[in-house]
């Protein structure tokens, strides 16, 4: 074989979504393997607007593992990051050993380059660690011609980040095995199901980083009682009814569960002792907005959910979205001077609002206090890139100028 070919990196380049949980994973009953207290359920939102890319590089010349993150070199030695390598490293080669001439054996014995970028700002308070990680163990996967489950893997990256592995509506089935084998995600119903269903982030000027979320539901499973008590007596059912509600398209019945869910986690927050505070007075100002609006049409038209940030993620139907941005504008008057535009995402036609729903809405309107906002609705799990131009990498096997 001639020199060059050998010591050419073989480049894989792939794109995982963000997901955003409609029931909530918080509490792990296994920190090493991210074993969660409860199951879940998630929409996966759509790459076009929210994504992280992610090129693997593996070449019989490189010293050791490394990788990039949004530019800057980071640590490779991270247990979650050793986790996911040396489980995917793991799959392959037993893949290998019961006979699957898929996989590269050539590839196992290199060490690999990483490097991953996201297309949204880390500022926008997005869990960028579930794309992120989702994203890494595809690649991986495909660098090292593994298929099949993978989400297991992604779990030990970060809990929902298993979430992101499918497109549309996934749940993460919690599992009773110690050994986490029965912990994974699966696809309730693809994209395509729900083609109305549209989702809005409203991203809150944030004074300060609240705590991180794998600090935050440690303390709350050693000192919430209600944290016990909504895992072991409402998610099961409510998991339940989530599930029928988006087989049935039922919005109504989504949107109340959506918030309930998340009124739900934000009190096991408050129940946490110390209590952690993750919304603010935006957030808290957006609830008040969604209920006065649903009230207005004695209808649930509109649903929020917040993670473990100020941010609200708001579900609703491809009919409300133009009057609902609408009513956001007038009680969240945007800063026209800040440069960037308001609205991101999907187009949506400006519409006028009537006098009855402006009188509804009794809300002292708080200028700025929402800095941006995207546009977006369900979208498709990880794929690949085919084409060569888009490898963060270069053929020396480090990040290119833009990556
Ligand atoms: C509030 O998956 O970020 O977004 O497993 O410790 O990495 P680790 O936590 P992470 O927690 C996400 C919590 C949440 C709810 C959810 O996405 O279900």
Request: net charge neutral; aromatic share 6%.
């Amino acid at each position: 074989m001639p020199k060059d070919t050998v010591v050419k990196p073989v480049n894989v380049t792939c794109t995982a979504p963000v997901n955003i949980a409609v029931v909530k994973y918080w509490g792990k009953r296994n920190e090493g393997l991210i074993l969660p207290i409860n199951s879940s359920l998630s929409v996966t939102l759509h790459q076009d607007q929210l994504k992280t890319t992610t090129t693997v590089a593996s070449c019989r010349s490189f010293q050791e593992d490394r990788i990039w993150l949004n530019g800057k070199e980071e640590d490779i030695n991270h247990p979650r990051l050793q986790s996911c390598l040396r489980e995917i490293r793991r799959l392959a080669r037993k893949r290998r050993n019961d006979g699957d001439s898929s996989v590269d054996v050539g590839c196992l014995s290199h060490k690999v380059h990483i490097c991953s970028v996201n297309n949204f700002p880390t500022a926008a308070g997005l869990a960028s660690s579930a794309a992120g990680f989702a994203c890494l163990v595809y690649t991986l996967a495909k660098v090292y011609g593994v298929d099949g489950e993978l989400s297991g893997i992604a779990r030990q990256g970060s809990g929902s980040a298993c979430r992101s592995m499918y497109g549309g509506f996934v749940q993460w089935i919690m599992g009773e095995r110690e050994d986490g084998k029965d912990s994974v995600a699966q696809q309730v119903e693809p994209e395509s199901h729900w083609p109305d269903l549209r989702v809005l982030v409203l991203v809150a000027s944030a004074e300060r980083k609240p705590v991180g979320s794998t600090a935050g539901m440690q303390t709350s499973v050693e000192t919430s009682s209600l944290l016990k008590h909504r895992a072991e007596s409402v998610v099961p059912d409510r998991m339940k009814q989530m599930i029928e509600a988006v087989h049935k398209k039922d919005f109504a019945t989504f949107a109340e569960l959506t918030m309930r869910d998340s009124n739900q986690f934000h009190a096991t927050c408050l129940d946490t002792f110390p209590p952690i505070f993750y919304l603010n007075t935006v957030s808290r100002h957006v609830i008040s907005l969604v209920h006065q609006y649903n009230r207005h049409y004695g209808e649930a038209r509109v649903a929020y959910t917040f993670d473990a940030g100020p941010n609200a993620v708001i579900y609703t139907l491809q009919q409300h979205v133009a009057e609902f941005l609408q009513v956001v504008r007038l009680v969240f008057p945007p800063d026209n001077n800040n440069g960037k535009t308001f609205l991101t995402g999907l187009q949506v036609e400006p519409v006028e609002i009537s006098e009855e729903l402006k009188n509804a809405i009794c809300l002292e309107p708080m200028p700025k206090g929402i800095s941006y906002i995207i546009s977006t609705q369900a979208g498709p799990g990880p794929r690949v890139l085919e084409d060569p131009g888009q490898h963060l990498l270069g053929p020396d096997g480090l990040p290119k100028p833009d990556a």
